[in-house]
């Protein structure tokens, strides 16, 4: 009899196909890099035959057969996952598990809402929530480690089926005594020769900054040189409380509190487009898309008072 390839072998391989790294590869499937790495020479003694070139040294060079194992391998183990899926959907819609991805920029300032309002909404599901940066998301996503995720757009989200929820607006963030802090909004022109706190590189909310400044001709390059960089909206929002420049914050998170206490304020900002839009990505072609659909419905709710809805973006 052939002994066929497990599931889980599949789920390693496809992770070091994606991720082209064994260490981030064992992380997202939540295993040691030993393990993955046994359970893929396994594999190749099952099927005797070579998946990775082992010639070229350290970096991830599959073979040609192992190009192809992969594709018939992401096939096999979609059509694996839907059966379990359709059968759990077909009983009863909205239950069971769902794995969600919410980034840095989100997470903090709209789970103490969402988790209370899908249990009261949806009490058959179960969510387990990951908090990571949006490409990291969008790779477990792709390779099945989680389901769906909550999103700020625009973004490259290859291989996602997104709705969009609401228009979150930027706002400006300085310190009580900026003299941008006496007007009761401020034009983005305004902010040519401000310095800049930005999140760090991998941070969609960066990119979005920066964005919006560049279209507003006030940076030539993608950034200023002098900008200070913060890895995370709470570190962001204490440096400006330190008079080391200006930024751009989610209405999200100020009207989560991020600013109480810290000498910090945030004024309106006008002159061009200046928002993101949060938003739910799901695989393409999930066999719980109709779930999430719903759910995307239901997470609408979540928006903050006078919140731009959006129909598409």
Same mark, same amino acid.
């Given at each position: 009899?052939?002994?066929?390839?497990?599931?889980?072998?599949?789920?390693?391989?496809?992770?070091?196909?994606?991720?082209?790294?064994?260490?981030?590869?064992?992380?997202?499937?939540?295993?040691?890099?030993?393990?993955?790495?046994?359970?893929?020479?396994?594999?190749?003694?099952?099927?005797?035959?070579?998946?990775?070139?082992?010639?070229?040294?350290?970096?991830?060079?599959?073979?040609?057969?192992?190009?192809?194992?992969?594709?018939?391998?992401?096939?096999?183990?979609?059509?694996?996952?839907?059966?379990?899926?359709?059968?759990?959907?077909?009983?009863?819609?909205?239950?069971?598990?769902?794995?969600?991805?919410?980034?840095?920029?989100?997470?903090?300032?709209?789970?103490?809402?969402?988790?209370?309002?899908?249990?009261?909404?949806?009490?058959?599901?179960?969510?387990?929530?990951?908090?990571?940066?949006?490409?990291?998301?969008?790779?477990?996503?792709?390779?099945?480690?989680?389901?769906?995720?909550?999103?700020?757009?625009? $973004?490259?989200?290859?291989?996602?089926?997104?709705?969009?929820?609401?228009?979150?607006?930027?706002?400006?963030?300085?310190?009580?005594?900026?003299?941008?802090?006496?007007?009761?909004?401020?034009?983005?022109?305004?902010?040519?020769?401000?310095?800049?706190?930005?999140?760090?590189?991998?941070?969609?909310?960066?990119?979005?900054?920066?964005?919006? $400044?560049?279209?507003?001709?006030?940076?030539?390059?993608?950034?200023?040189?002098?900008?200070?960089?913060?890895?995370?909206?709470?570190?962001?929002?204490?440096?400006?409380?330190?008079?080391?420049?200006?930024?751009?914050?989610?209405?999200?998170?100020?009207?989560?509190?991020?600013?109480?206490?810290?000498?910090?304020?945030?004024?309106?900002?006008?002159?061009?487009?200046?928002?993101?839009?949060?938003?739910?990505?799901?695989?393409?072609?999930?066999?719980?898309?109709?779930?999430?659909?719903?759910?995307?419905?239901?997470?609408?709710?979540?928006?903050?008072?006078?919140?731009?809805?959006?129909?598409?973006?």
């Amino acid at each position: 009899m052939m002994i066929l390839p497990s599931p889980q072998q599949l789920r390693y391989l496809l992770a070091l196909a994606e991720l082209r790294h064994f260490g981030r590869a064992a992380s997202a499937c939540a295993v040691t890099q030993s393990t993955l790495s046994a359970g893929i020479l396994a594999l190749e003694r099952q099927l005797d035959a070579s998946l990775l070139d082992r010639e070229v040294g350290k970096r991830v060079v599959f073979t040609l057969l192992g190009e192809e194992v992969v594709r018939r391998a992401r096939v096999a183990l979609e059509l694996l996952e839907g059966i379990a899926q359709i059968a759990q959907a077909s009983r009863e819609p909205m239950t069971g598990p769902v794995r969600l991805g919410v980034i840095p920029t989100i997470g903090p300032f709209i789970l103490p809402r969402l988790i209370p309002l899908v249990r009261e909404w949806f009490p058959q599901i179960r969510l387990i929530i990951t908090e990571d940066m949006t490409e990291r998301l969008i790779e477990k996503i792709t390779i099945g480690r989680l389901d769906a995720m909550l999103l700020a757009m625009p $973004c490259v989200c290859e291989g996602l089926e997104t709705i969009p929820l609401w228009r979150d607006p930027f706002v400006l963030a300085l310190p009580r005594n900026h003299e941008l802090a006496k007007l009761p909004a401020v034009p983005l022109e305004m902010l040519t020769e401000e310095r800049m706190v930005l999140l760090e590189d991998g941070h969609c909310l960066r990119d979005q900054t920066v964005d919006v $400044c560049r279209q507003e001709r006030n940076w030539a390059g993608s950034e200023p040189e002098s900008a200070h960089t913060a890895s995370s909206l709470h570190t962001l929002v204490r440096m400006i409380g330190e008079d080391l420049g200006v930024g751009l914050l989610p209405e999200l998170a100020v009207a989560s509190g991020i600013l109480d206490g810290t000498g910090v304020v945030a004024r309106p900002v006008t002159g061009g487009p200046a928002w993101r839009t949060i938003g739910l990505g799901w695989r393409l072609k999930s066999p719980r898309c109709e779930d999430f659909r719903v759910l995307a419905r239901t997470l609408k709710k979540l928006a903050p008072a006078g919140a731009e809805p959006v129909l598409q973006e």
